[in-house]
């Protein structure tokens, strides 16, 4: 079965870069949420997408947008990168609406964000 | 604010042993509970999830209970082998209608073979 798919999964920058991590939720899933895990931390709620529209915001910097396209993928920019920013990004998706609604979260293996 | 806490944060237990995992939780209105298992470096796999109105979900050897009202769940995996070895974490969602999740810090199993 298809999963949560990001790209790229690996990504090195350097200070006050910009960086944009993408996501492609499962087929047919109507919510993507994107969370922060740094080193040795638990994942913490960044921002969230429902059928396109932004749904609920977290812990996310002024420093970082996010949206989501007309095909469901969604873009996490981050921008003036800091060394602190260094962390796995996860994106995961659900089905929150219709017949076959599952709440359940998927997540796909993340971005290592590098900033040195 | 929901407040996730998973003790111990660390369990080595020889190949074949119980595993029994705690979560707690300080807001009992909660939507449903994730367990997922996170290898090092690696995604989040999703193992359980209960929804609020349930007392557990089983699959194979992993077996999920939840009590609400306490702010409890608890994992247990039966017959552990080294494979099991990996960061175990659960998370809540608050509401229908709040769709983050409020994870705990894990809890990292070793299984000694």
């Known amino acids: 079965a298809a999963g949560v798919i990001q790209s790229p999964r690996h990504l090195i920058k350097e200070k006050r870069e910009t960086a944009t991590l993408k996501c492609y939720p499962i087929?047919?899933?109507?919510?993507v949420y994107w969370y922060q895990q740094g080193p040795g931390q638990d994942p913490q709620f960044l921002i969230s997408f429902y059928e396109k529209m932004q749904s609920d915001k977290g812990s996310i910097p002024d420093r970082f947008s996010a949206q989501q396209f007309s095909d469901y993928h969604s873009e996490l920019n981050m921008s003036s990168l800091e060394l602190g920013d260094s962390a796995l990004y996860f994106c995961a998706s659900s089905l929150l609406a219709g017949p076959k609604m599952n709440t359940e979260a998927f997540f796909g293996q993340g971005t290592r964000l590098t900033v040195v | 604010k929901q407040e996730v806490t998973q003790i111990p944060a660390a369990l080595s237990v020889p190949e074949g042993e119980n595993l029994v995992l705690n979560c707690s939780f300080t807001d009992s209105a909660i939507y449903n509970l994730q367990w997922f298992r996170q290898d090092p470096g690696k995604g989040l796999t999703s193992l359980l999830l209960i929804q609020s109105s349930q007392r557990e979900q089983t699959s194979g050897r992993l077996n999920a209970s939840l009590d609400k009202s306490s702010g409890r769940s608890t994992l247990y995996i039966a017959a552990s082998q080294p494979g099991d070895s990996a960061t175990y974490l659960c998370?809540?969602?608050?509401?229908?209608?709040?769709?983050?999740?409020?994870f705990g810090a894990g809890t990292t199993v070793t299984v000694r073979a």
């Open positions: 998370a809540v969602r608050p509401g229908s209608n709040d769709y983050k999740l409020s």
């Open positions: 087929p047919r899933h109507d919510t």
